[in-house]
């Protein structure tokens, strides 16, 4: 029972390089999202997708570009890395039916140099 | 961007004590959620309250879905060091779920001296 599985856990990148951060659920969600959290600020919303081919912007979109093309996997892509990048970045996942709970990865731990 | 206000920031307690902590916004929520996070992991969610005026417990654990529908809280009860982490509060707009965008507040970290 995998769940929402990210990769890699560990990330340091040189300014200026770009990279792509994996996220994959087993669930056959609907929605997926990337956060990003940073000290004192929570969870902040990145982009988020309600289905395959769907994506849109949350509240700091800057930077990063995600796409949707099927529905298990919802890649997060940053094309040139910036310090204030530097961050843990989760991606949840729940489905649109009902209220139900997201389902959180564990994590992307990225530092940019 | 949104977010909600959660609050205390932090919190230093000893075992055995209860804990409570808040989130208020100045918009309505249709859904509030309650997550934890501990060291190294995503969040995980404690509580769910999805009607204005709810109060749903979870063993030790209690929340309260405010009848505005601008705010929750969560109370620990007798506290316990495994209590440690991040609470989160989150809300949903939407009730019927058609978007799924959750907002959370800035989390309130717990510490348990036993």
């Known amino acids: 029972n995998a769940g929402v599985t990210q990769t890699p856990k560990f990330q340091v990148l040189k300014t200026g390089q770009s990279m792509t951060l994996q996220c994959a659920q087993d669930m056959n969600h609907e929605y997926m999202s990337w956060y990003r959290q940073d000290p004192g600020m929570g969870l902040r919303l990145i982009h988020y997708s309600v289905g395959a081919g769907i994506t849109d912007q949350g509240e700091v979109p800057n930077g990063y570009n995600v796409s949707r093309s099927t529905t298990e996997d919802f890649p997060l892509r940053l094309l040139s890395a910036a310090p204030s990048q530097t961050s843990v970045y989760f991606c949840?996942?729940?489905?649109?039916?009902?209220?139900?709970?997201?389902?959180f990865g564990q994590g992307t731990r990225l530092t940019v140099v | 961007g949104q977010q909600l206000n959660q609050s205390p920031q932090s919190m230093f307690i000893q075992e055995g004590e209860d804990v409570s902590m808040n989130c208020t916004s100045s918009?309505?929520?249709?859904?509030w959620l309650w997550y934890k996070q501990e060291p190294g992991e995503g969040p995980v969610l404690l509580i769910a309250l999805y009607k204005a005026g709810e109060l749903t417990s979870n063993g030790r654990l209690t929340a309260q879905f405010g009848i505005t529908r601008k705010d929750s809280f969560l109370n620990i009860s007798a506290s316990i060091p495994s209590d440690v982490g991040i609470y989160f509060c989150?809300?949903?707009?939407?009730?019927?779920?058609?978007?799924?965008?959750?907002?959370f507040g800035q989390g309130t970290t717990l510490q348990v001296k036993p």
């Open positions: 949840a996942s729940k489905t649109l039916v009902g209220n139900t709970e997201a389902f």
């Open positions: 989150a809300g949903q707009k939407d009730g019927s779920g058609n978007t799924g965008k959750l907002i």
């Open positions: 918009s309505i929520f249709n859904t």
